[in-house]
């Protein structure tokens, strides 16, 4: 045993903010840098820091539209289309609020990517703590799964 109960390592990846986008913006979109780094890894958890905003300090005031949940949480699902299918969660907790004009998305949350769905949420302006207990395979479990999946 090694104290996580199930007898075997569960893998974890770290991202934070831009990590999620096409690198620099100029990757192709289908790069998907930050889910095949963690696929890569054999992480069964990919944990996101963020500090989103809907707008860029630079923008016109008028022009800013109003947070929409929906449109954050599937932009981020699709920059981690690699591992849709997968046995993996991705969590993140991102940042509310505002400062200088410019507005945080919030929208913390965890999200199974095998089917995928969401497990759990905080919207654009909830200031919480979001806890959410998962189970998830361990790194020999998740390899497996993988090897199974490529062979159907």
Known sequence: EDGCG???QVLASLGICMDINPREFEAPWDAYELARACKAAGSSV??????WTNSHPDDDP???TPVNRREILSYWLNRL???????????????????????????????????????AALGPTDVGVLVQELEVPTAAELAASERERERA
Do not use: Q
């Open 6 to 8: 199930g007898g075997g």
């Open 46 to 51: 990919l944990l996101f820091s963020s500090a």
């Open 62 to 64: 008028s022009t800013v």
């Open 81 to 119: 289309a690699p591992l849709v299918g997968s046995d993996v969660h991705f969590v993140c907790a991102n940042r509310i609020g505002e400062e200088d004009g410019v507005t945080f998305t919030g929208c913390s949350c965890v999200m199974s990517l095998r089917e995928p769905r969401l497990v």
